[in-house]
């Protein structure tokens, strides 16, 4: 019902339909055959500011759709994109933890004599 006085008020087809029940309010007591054109006239009106209002506010609800899907697929992308770069760095992880332990469980025997600079460097990143 505050859809159609919204319908009424705010559209000029509703403010048509406004006059309109004046008119016809006016011709029942001055010109009685009006009466009823004049009220038939305010019915079709107020219907189609009523119409009119609903198209208007499936034209804002198809929008709010349209941007409510483009949010979610930019959030899909978005959340596709951080799980790639988390099981990137978990292979990579696990990549370094495989040569750590294998550097780790080297016999002895195997190590040899590091260049100053390069062990320098090779610490220095730990």
């Known amino acids: 019902m505050l859809d159609l006085l919204l319908a009424l008020v705010w559209t000029p087809l ?3 339909a406004l006059v309109a ?6 011709a029942a007591v001055y010109l009685p055959r009006l009466a009823i054109p004049l009220a038939c006239v305010a019915v079709i009106l ?8 609903l198209q208007a506010d499936l034209g804002t609800a198809r929008r709010e759709r349209d941007e409510a899907k483009a949010a979610a697929a930019t959030a899909a992308k978005g959340t ?3 799980e790639g770069v ?5 292979a990579r ?10 550097i780790l469980m080297a016999p002895a025997s195997d190590d040899a004599p590091v260049a100053p600079v390069l062990r320098d460097v090779l610490e ?3």
């Open 21 to 26: 029940v004046a008119a016809a309010a006016a």
């Open 124 to 126: 220095g990143g730990r």
């Open 46 to 53: 107020a219907g189609a500011a009523y119409v009119s209002a």
């Open 86 to 90: 988390a099981a990137k760095a978990a």
């Open 80 to 82: 596709k994109a951080v």
């Open 14 to 16: 509703g403010i048509g």
């Open 93 to 102: 992880s696990a990549s370094t933890r495989a040569t750590r332990d294998r």
